[in-house]
């Protein structure tokens, strides 16, 4: 006998705490699953009020209102026929829950608590919510006056439940309940839970698709089962992009597969699965020997069949197909487009000014724009009406929606190379210029000498001492304090311009600019970059990104976008431009620096992803670079310098542009890495001495490796 059911799962882009657009977006998603056929459909994690209320979740007045959206869901007869799995939170007996309502014809079934919180890295759930942490266990939930006479009960379940309908069983286990090591879908599955739902906020990092999809698939892969996957896409108010992604696994095989990076607020997938693939994939005499061992579950009876449709007889099983995955080049070319597009829109911001000079990061950061005009341009011409709408209020240069992605980029995006006499080369100045034009910006040229002159004489004026560049025999602090005026002015000067380039272009109704930050992680670390110049700007799209990456990300996008500027970017030597340039002297990073890029990029992996401190870090690359030709000694002298500097200039961090989170090494010190910012001297000296010592007998024994 077949048993064919339809299902469905979807991404929405919320916005935490748009209440009235969250529940459109879930009454349109549950609508298109009804049009498709379906008889289950699954949203994102939270999704009544948006995945990242953050310390709102501590607010009563956010329970009550997911209540009123609740109640709009259960009296809208339109969503009837149809099991709705939905995410809130939830209060019970003082409590906060992270929940899932089970509904079905306007009644709820059960709310199911999430039993295991996300808390590391980004997550915080455990500051605002209870886990319930009780596998099986189950109590009553007392309901609101308004929903008992509507529901004609005082009562339903709550707790870790499954469902059983007339022809199958169904459970959910809540995003990251999938990455935990006992997750629930295991004991589940060997109790008869034929279809999982997972109801996730989980937020795009570079390769961690790969991760998402080998945990679903190996969760239906020795046990059987259909799963759903749901996830919010965009940025609903924070650093973080939700890559969306919704997807439906049978058997550890994919069948369905949303987009990742997407201006669609709404993408609803289905499948139509066989049951009995289910059934016959577990009927094996070892599952059957731990199945008979497994934990019982209490089950919620549902008089409703998954598999009622009338033109079942017409469906086939969806064919399995292979996952589909990005580039972590093409990745960085869409994640922060993507989450740029909904900043602009929701900022309700005229567009984007940026210090453009001739350097690869700058030159990344406007490339993310460019991408996110393709993106945007093409989403008009497939008729994306929420695309549309957005496009009307922000392009209004133009009686037209633009018809490329150069146009619109003329309309939002502003860069300015601010040049120095003296320091400034007419290659960076030309680089800035051939970029702007390719992508359309629009562009400005100038000099910042008078304003440098100016604030460095009014020192003078006040003292009488004039400061020099060590190139004109100034000392270190005079060279760097020259230096960071320069820097400094152009922060000053780029937000000036962010705030009369709409009056300047007279902009009909006006508008200001958000300024777009373009420091990358590894000056951040290593703490080469002036507080409070360029790297101070609005938001940054590439502040958790490494120097590394970026060049792979300039070099993918030089062929994919048709860009052969880019190659002129990839090709020069990073610099910042700071210094006069002589006949023998002219500024690099890497030499200033006192490290290579790439090697600032293994200590961004080292500290954050590997977790080790100084002498950790040491041992680690003694093995790694001295494969390389390095000595012990070299070795060591690396490792101190870096962490010395890290540690002086930690406390820039504290002020850092808010960035998109897309890296695990990110030294986001806000949210993502929470560091002290002043260092006692023993942080060196401790790790330092071990390091020390083990140069030392390692030279000794007359070794020049691990
Ligand atoms: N701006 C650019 O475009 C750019 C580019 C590349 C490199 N750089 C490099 O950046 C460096 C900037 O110089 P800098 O680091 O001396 O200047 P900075 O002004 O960025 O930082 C030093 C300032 O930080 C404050 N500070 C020091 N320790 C602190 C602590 N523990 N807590 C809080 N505040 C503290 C002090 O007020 C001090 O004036 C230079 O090496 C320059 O070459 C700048
Ligand atoms: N000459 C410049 N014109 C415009 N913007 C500039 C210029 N030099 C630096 N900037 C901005 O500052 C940051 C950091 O500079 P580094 O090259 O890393 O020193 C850069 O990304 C520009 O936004
Ligand atoms: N570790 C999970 C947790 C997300 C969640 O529970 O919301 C993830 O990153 O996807
Ligand atoms: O910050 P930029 O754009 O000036 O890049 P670089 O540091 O590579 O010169």
Redesign the pocket.
Known sequence: MVHLVRVATCALNQWALDYENNLRRIKQSIHEAKKEGATLRVGP?LEITG?GCLDHFLENEVYENSWDSLYSILTDVSLHGIIIDVGLPLLHRNCTYNARAIILNGKILCFRP?LY??N??N?R?MRFFTPWKRPRYVEQYFLPPRIQEHQGCRQVPIGDVVLSTIDTCLAAE??????TPNSPHIEMGLNGVEIFTNS????H?LR?LDE?IALISEATRKNGGVYLYS?QIGCDGDRLYYDGCAMIFVNGRLVAQSSQFSLNEIEVIVATVDLEDVRAARCSPSRGQQAVQAHEYQRIEVDFNLSSNEDSLLWEPTPPRPPRYHLPEEEIALGPACWLWDYLRRSRAAGFQLALSGGIDSCATATIVYSMCRLAVAAVKQGNQQVIADMKRIAVYSSELPETAEALCNQILHTVYLGMEAQSSKETRQRAHDLAAHIGAYHQDVNIDTMFQSARDILTQATGFTPKFKVHGGSNTQNLALQNIQARSRMVLTYYFAQQLCEVRERPGGGSLLVLGSSNVDECLRGYLTKYDCSSADINPIGSISKVDLVRFITWSAKNFNMPVLQDFIDAVPTAELEPITADYVQSDEADMGFTYKELSRFGQLRKVNKLGPYGCFLRLLSEWTKEGMTPREVADKVKRFFHFYAINRHKQTVATPAYHSESYSPDDHRFDLRPFVYPPAFESWSFRKIDERVEALEKKGRNTA
């Open positions: 994690e995945y999430k919180l996300a590391d890295g997550f759930e809540t995003c990251e309940e999938l990455f996730s906020g989980s937020h990092s961690k998402r996830n």
